[in-house]
Each structure stands twice: as structure tokens, then as C-alpha cells.
């Protein structure tokens, strides 16, 4: 499965690293484009600084699943990603900014996770958006029911407690599972309501 995974600048840097790796154990082939907030998100949340260099982010953010991701600069618009003619199953992006709402919301394009997420839209192709937001304005509202009557697939990074979470990645994994629902992938990350 050809995957594109774009991350903004939203809080819940552990959610898309949890999910690189996920789908990197599926045998995913994965296009990973951060935004310059993106990397700052992850810098603080997942190293502790936010001064760090995009290379050296990107390089620990990937890690060891660096043979199923190909990295891609958010001005690269020569990327596969970019034109609905390039086979790709589906373009997730988490999380997903406000800001990046709104832009796909109107219809603009200002980088590639932009452009990748029109393309899935436009190809009728699954597109999930991990927003993490709270509380919500009515113009977060109506850009997420925009969005969501074109087509994406709105999954808020919102983690129950049903599965009877003991940890912090309990509830990563809750979020990311749902995730992996979405793009049809098994997995067992988390416990599914009604097993024992």
C-alpha cells in the first residue's frame, strides 16, 4: 500500500510517529512531508527542542522505519504526491492544523501537504484528517463539514478509554488504530470493543 503522510504544525507530534511506525510494520510505502510548524511540533513534543535542525528532526522521526519512507521537502511539488496520475491508496494527514483546515477548506494550495490532500480529493481517494483542536470555532466548524462533504474522512485525535488504557501509548495507539481502521490495514494496537 502507497501511503502519503503529511504533518502540520497541530499538537500530536507521538500520534504521527506512532502511525509511521504502524504503517511501516504493514509493509506501507511511505511519502512523509512535515511543515516548517510540523517539525517544530515534533522538535518539542517528541525531543524536548524546538531549536533542533529540520534534517536531524526528519532523521530521528523516521528512525529505523527508513526503508518504507521517502522524505519530501513541503515545496516539493515534482513529488509523486502531487498529481492525481501517481498510484497512491491513501493520504492521511496527523496531525492536521487549523490553518491547514482552512487552506484546504477554500480550495488553496500553498505546499505539497496541501497539494496531496486536493489530489485525494479530486481523485476521490481516501483522505483522513487527524485534527487537534479545542474547543472549536464555527469557521473550524464549517471548514471540517467542508472538508468532510468533499470526500475526508474527519478523525479527531480524541482517544477513548473504553479498552481500559494504563499508559499514555495506550491511548496513542487507541487514536492510531482508528487510524489504520480508516486505510483498511490490520493490526492489533488496540483492543476492539466487545473482544474479551
Known amino acids: 500500500m502507497r501511503v502519503f503522510l503529511g504533518v502540520t504544525g497541530a499538537s500530536g507530534a507521538p500520534y504521527a510517529e506512532r502511525l509511521l511506525r504502524a504503517l511501516a510494520a504493514a509493509d506501507c510505502e511511505i511519502g512523509l512531508s512535515a511543515s516548517r510548524s510540523g517539525i517544530e511540533v515534533i ?16 532523521a530521528r522521526f523516521v528512525g529505523d522505519a527508513s526503508a518504507h519512507v521517502t522524505v ?10 502531487a498529481s492525481g496520475s501517481a498510484k497512491v491508496d491513501a493520504y492521511v494527514i496527523c496531525p492536521c492544523s487549523m490553518a491547514t483546515v482552512g487552506t484546504l477548506a477554500s480550495g488553496a494550495m500553498q505546499n505539497l501537504i496541501h497539494r ?48 481500559g488504557p494504563k499508559s499514555i501509548d495506550d491511548l496513542v495507539d487507541f487514536l492510531v488504530a482508528r487510524c489504520l481502521d480508516q486505510l483498511g490495514i490490520d493490526h492489533a494496537l488496540a483492543k476492539r470493543w466487545g473482544d474479551s
Open 72 to 81: 519530501y521537502g513541503e515545496n516539493d511539488f515534482k513529488s509523486p504526491y
Open 43 to 58: 522538535a518539542t513534543e517528541l525531543y524536548g527542542d524546538a531549536s533542533l535542525e529540520r534534517d536531524d528532526v526528519l
Open 116 to 163: 496531496a490532500a486536493s489530489v485525494a480529493l479530486k481523485e476521490r481517494r481516501k483522505l483522513v484528517l487527524v485534527p487537534r483542536e479545542t474547543p472549536l470555532s464555527s469557521i473550524h466548524l464549517r471548514g471540517l463539514a467542508t472538508l468532510n462533504e468533499a470526500g475526508a474522512v474527519i478523525l479527531f485525535a480524541a482517544p477513548g478509554f473504553y479498552h
